[in-house]
């Protein structure tokens, strides 16, 4: 089963906009992760933040992590063409062994 | 290119027939996870293993599911008797060790079942 719920299932904004993205999820977590999928491809690990982090930046990408309303949101700043990608949060239902994906948001940035 | 292989990078097969894919990890890394990943939806975690164990296996792993990693390198999923809504890509993903590493992605094996 999937954990992770990510909100909006799909972002079209142009080139040089901030996109947001927002993963909800539903059991006490370790830590909480992002992942990007290019077309056909594999995930691509992004960033992790731990439950006891409220906040990481990791160059143009910034995560919040909220424990206490269950949520984490992933900032792009400064979008490029290159971003467009399905984005996905992964988290680990407190379990340490297995990461749960949500179904992701698909971010398309517009030259 | 994240290190992490799989192979085929296609498969399509018939009904009832058996396949089986191939992941090779990366090498250090101790974990290996299988995920299955259909259209528009994010990957769904099936088995696991720790080295040469298998630590945890999904509900969704049916009994026509096996995998395997013999001794803790290489690792395959085999289905047997595939039916059509076993069509998905299959995805490897391997990591240094529990979740609180990051896990390096193959590029998939894309199973179409006709």
């Known amino acids: 089963s999937q954990q992770g719920e990510e909100d909006p299932q799909a972002l079209s904004i142009q080139e040089g906009e901030n996109a947001t993205m927002n993963c909800s999820y539903k059991t006490s977590i370790n830590n909480l992760q992002w992942y990007r999928q290019n077309s056909g491809r594999g995930l691509v690990h992004l960033i992790l933040?731990?439950?006891?982090?409220r906040e990481k930046h990791s160059g143009r990408l910034r995560v919040t992590l909220d424990t206490s309303k269950k949520s984490s949101s992933l900032l792009i700043t400064a979008s490029r063409a290159a971003d467009t990608a399905s984005y996905f949060c992964a988290t680990d239902e407190y379990n340490n062994n297995d990461m749960r994906f949500g179904a992701g948001t698909r971010l398309t940035v517009k030259p | 290119d994240t290190g992490v292989s799989q192979d085929p990078r296609h498969k399509i097969t018939k009904r009832g027939q058996n396949v089986t894919f191939r992941c090779d990890p990366i090498s250090e890394h101790n974990r290996l996870y299988w995920y299955r990943q259909t259209l528009g939806q994010g990957p769904e975690f099936l088995t696991y293993f720790q080295n040469e164990a298998q630590l945890e296996k999904s509900r969704l792993l049916s009994d026509r599911f096996s995998a395997e990693r013999p001794k803790g390198s290489f690792s395959t999923l085999e289905i047997q008797r595939t039916e059509q809504g076993d069509s998905a890509m299959y995805l490897c993903?391997?990591?240094?060790?529990?979740?609180?590493?990051?896990?390096?992605f193959g590029p998939g094996t894309r199973l179409t079942v006709t």
């Open positions: 933040i731990r439950s006891n982090e």
């Open positions: 993903a391997s990591s240094k060790g529990p979740s609180t590493y990051e896990q390096y």
